[in-house]
């Protein structure tokens, strides 16, 4: 069976600190991979997706990037993080160019101090 | 453009009640796909279903149903007898058949609907 690992799982940085946030998926191959963010709002924005290795469209432009180095990883990175930067951010994963639906990580929470 | 509602932000039951969240989309696409899923405390979104558009067959898994209108843009949930465990916040997405083959299949979410099942 397919799962998605993220980690950390929490992490608290200063303003401007650099950022990395990893999700790793086993059990498949060749997934389309997407990060999320969640604010306090609660809504559900997709930041980035992948169809493959280091084919990354970004959604919203912002201070974030992702990179995809390997088949079954994805990372999401910044240079220097903004208070804004706060947040819950999702991996998830779809099968391929004949699946629909997502599956999510079990998230991180990022607070940007 | 593509859009999903979900216009009740918080809802408050009491256990064994039955409860209905609500979903409107738009869409201009006549393929597409709708999903809901689960968001516990825990943080992680759980998938629960996935209707397409040529499919309006309305849905029954334990206790909780789910009603698919295109005549009105609808897709609600509702779960039957509700339990504490079933606290959590619900989305629903979109899909069109374009984003499935063309943007990576993205889906677009609603705003969530918060539901809270008292003892």
């Known amino acids: 069976s397919q799962t998605i690992h993220q980690w950390p799982a929490t992490l608290v940085q200063p303003v401007g600190s650099p950022l990395s946030l990893e999700c790793t998926v086993e059990?498949?191959?060749?997934?389309?991979l997407y990060w999320y963010r969640q604010a306090a709002g609660r809504g559900l924005q997709l930041l980035f997706y992948?169809?493959?290795?280091?084919?990354i469209s970004s959604e919203v432009p912002q201070n974030l990037s992702a990179s995809r180095p390997q088949d079954r990883q994805f990372i999401l990175s910044s240079k220097k993080l903004l208070l804004s930067d706060s947040g819950f951010y999702l991996c998830a994963w779809r099968k391929g160019e004949f699946s629909y639906e997502q599956y999510f990580g079990p998230g991180t929470r990022l607070t940007v101090t | 453009a593509q859009k999903v509602t979900q216009a009740q932000t918080e809802i408050s039951v009491v256990e064994k009640e039955d409860v209905t969240l609500d979903c409107v989309y738009e869409?201009?696409?006549?393929?597409?796909?709708l999903f809901w899923y689960k968001q516990p405390p825990s943080g992680e979104l759980v998938f629960l279903i996935r209707r397409n558009s040529f499919d309006e067959q309305n849905e029954i898994s334990g206790r909780y149903s789910w009603n698919f209108q295109k005549s009105t843009s609808s897709f609600n949930f509702t779960i039957t007898a509700s339990q504490v465990v079933d606290s959590a916040v619900y989305f629903c997405?979109?899909?069109?058949?374009?984003?499935?083959?063309?943007?990576?299949?993205?889906?677009?979410f609603g705003q969530g609907t918060e539901l809270s099942v008292k003892p």
């Open positions: 059990g498949t191959s060749n997934p389309n």
């Open positions: 997405a979109l899909s069109e058949e374009y984003m499935i083959y063309n943007q990576g299949g993205k889906l677009i």
């Open positions: 992948s169809v493959g290795i280091g084919q």
């Open positions: 869409t201009r696409d006549t393929t597409y796909y």
